[in-house]
């Protein structure tokens, strides 16, 4: 079990709590995804968040995430607006 955090500086913070890091990784990316539609940016600077922001934070919850939080260890990224931590369950 473990715990992920997000925020969007200056926007939204939320968090998730479960065991699966495929579904932690869906859940931000429908979430922060959410966000990004009702920001109000065009069309073309909401691909760019996803591509550029989300995708890298995203891809990394089932890699380095998983590792650190399966080794007992929190981790964390950030890509321009977008901070992610997982912490292991205590």
């Given at each position: 079990m473990f715990k992920m955090t997000w925020?969007?500086?200056?926007?939204?913070?939320d968090?998730?709590?479960g065991?699966?890091?495929?579904e932690a990784a869906a859940v931000?990316?429908?979430?922060v995804g959410a966000a990004v539609t009702a920001s109000g940016m065009n069309p073309d600077a909401q691909a760019h968040f996803r591509d550029s922001f989300l995708a890298p934070v995203r891809d990394g919850i089932a890699s380095a995430g998983k590792a650190a939080v399966e080794a007992g260890r929190g981790w964390d990224t950030a890509a321009g607006p977008l901070l992610v931590v997982l912490t292991p369950a205590a």
């Open positions: 925020a969007l500086v200056a926007e939204h913070a968090e998730w709590t065991n699966d890091f495929g931000l990316n429908q979430r």
